[in-house]
Every structure is written in C-alpha cells, then in structure tokens.
C-alpha cells in the first residue's frame, strides 16, 4: 500500500509539473488546488477506470475462451 502511495504522489507531481510548464497555475495564492488541476485529475481518474473496465472484461473473455478439455491427438496424424 505504501509503494501505491508513492506511485500515486509522483503521479501528481509529474502532472502539477508539467502543466505549470505548459503555462496552467495548478495551485492559488493559498497553496490550494485549483480547479484546472482538479478537473485534469477527475479527467486522467476517469480514463484510468474506462481503461481498466476494458481490460478486465478482455481479460475474462480471453478466459471464457479457454478450452474445459483438449482433444488427445489422433495416431499416425
């Protein structure tokens, strides 16, 4: 859970970085969040669960797919 913590964290760093680059004031006069960095990260926590509800449902049907039994192969064939 700590090492999720520290991915999390960075993961705001790097994008409060690079929009302060880009020219976008992520925080106020009071250190607060400002509401341009709170819609980006709603937007990039939203493509995040799409993402991972596309890959949990490939995921299961690759193993629904996913013969019960294999046919021994025929001899002399």
Known sequence: MELLKKYVEFANFAVEYNLQRAGVNVRDERGAVSTEMAVVMAAMVAIAVVA???FLAKAQ?????I???V???SPGG
């Open 52 to 54: 991972g509800a596309i």
């Open 61 to 65: 049907s690759n193993a629904n797919n």
């Open 67 to 69: 013969p019960d039994t």
């Open 71 to 73: 046919n021994p192969p």
